[in-house]
């Protein structure tokens, strides 16, 4: 199986005297900086509701000092990803932002033999090579826009131990209200090891626009769960953050599946307020637990459960629960006799 993993961070604001928690000058407030890796089947974060779920979700994350840069202890982090992922798929490869896009991260990931695309920030040499084939096509320009790719071939900094390829994507697309094309067209540039045989252009592109959907599963998780890290050690707080992950990533499992058996889709905050946050009694009786939830729950509640019970995961995941049980064997002869005693 083929997994990609994306790469990001994200400010987390603290309010108090937590240890690590730093003015961070970007984001202009007091904050902690953690870096998260999330896992999707095939780099595709819908391929859940194909059945593909096993892994989906956060993957890894640390929690850093808010004043470190976005790349700081990167690559130890990648490392630590790349141990769990093996876990899940045979083949990985890594989807990041410009903020990652450094030679440290990109020469790192080559000399390990590892697949990665990226969006590199923009400068005067770039803008230079791109100048050329940053134009208007003759003619009236469709209505909705176009887009096109430009193989610009090999690119090396000077900090930069392996040259890697280089796309030039142009987008250009009408105004939402006027309904005008810009003046000049929108660019930007990806960057990646992988081949062109392997992967063209257009196909590196669309591998890349997925991971636009991974910020809005960043930005859910910050919405329903959240990372209130209000205690004063840096360790508690790094635990709350990786407990509020594991919750995301439960919380996900069962939704995807409560939408596979009822047919409609819901986000995690009304998943929460109208299946999980319900009015329940536990009863013991006959040593068992009996959960009684409210009526208007039980359906939920039922599909959920019988979902459940279908579950099966991969033989190379399963661990054996059995007990290994002996036949009793009764004791030799001369067990009993006074000198084996003795001994």
């Known amino acids: 199986m083929h997994g990609t993993i994306d790469l990001d961070s994200f400010p987390i604001e603290v309010h108090g005297r937590q240890q690590g928690g730093n003015y961070n000058g970007h984001y202009r407030y007091t904050a902690y900086h953690p870096l998260v890796a999330s896992f999707s089947v095939a780099g ?23 004043s470190v840069h976005t790349a700081k202890g990167a690559m130890r982090f990648i490392r630590n990803v790349v141990i769990k992922a093996k876990q899940l798929a045979c083949v990985v490869d890594f989807r990041m932002d410009a903020g990652y896009t450094s030679g440290v991260v ?104 997925p991971r636009g959907t991974f910020e809005d599963r960043l ?50 905050s009304r998943f929460q307020a109208y299946v999980l946050k319900a009015g329940a009694r536990v009863v013991k009786h006959a040593r068992r637990l009996v959960v009684r939830v409210v009526q208007s729950v039980q359906g939920f509640w039922q599909q959920l459960s019988d979902c459940i019970d279908q579950w099966e995961l991969p033989e190379r995941l399963r661990v054996n ?18 000198e084996a005693l003795r001994c």
């Open 106 to 209: 990109m020469d790192a990931l080559t000399n390990d033999n590892l697949k990665f695309v990226g969006r590199l920030r923009g400068n005067a040499k770039l803008d230079e090579l791109a100048a050329e084939h940053i134009c208007r096509p003759p003619g009236r320009p469709p209505r909705e826009g176009y887009e096109y790719f430009v193989e610009l071939g090999q690119y090396q900094c000077d900090t930069w131990q392996h040259s890697q390829r280089l796309v030039l994507v142009v987008v250009d697309r009408p105004d939402p209200i006027s309904g005008q094309l810009n003046l000049i067209p929108n660019h930007f540039f990806l960057v990646t090891n992988s081949d062109e045989k392997v992967r063209s252009a257009d196909q590196l592109l669309a591998h890349n626009r």
């Open 219 to 268: 930005g859910e998780f910050n919405q329903a769960i959240g990372s209130h890290l209000s205690s004063q050690p840096f360790a508690e707080n790094e635990t709350t953050l990786l407990l509020a992950m594991l919750a995301y990533n439960l919380g996900s499992v069962l939704r995807n599946e409560l939408e596979n058996a009822h047919g409609s889709g819901l986000d995690l």
């Open 44 to 66: 595709d974060y819908d391929s859940t509701r194909v059945g593909k779920r096993i892994g989906s979700g956060f993957i890894h994350a640390i929690l850093r000092q808010g």
């Open 321 to 338: 629960t059995q007990t290994n049980r002996r036949a009793l064997r009764p004791a030799p002869r001369h067990s009993h006799l006074q």
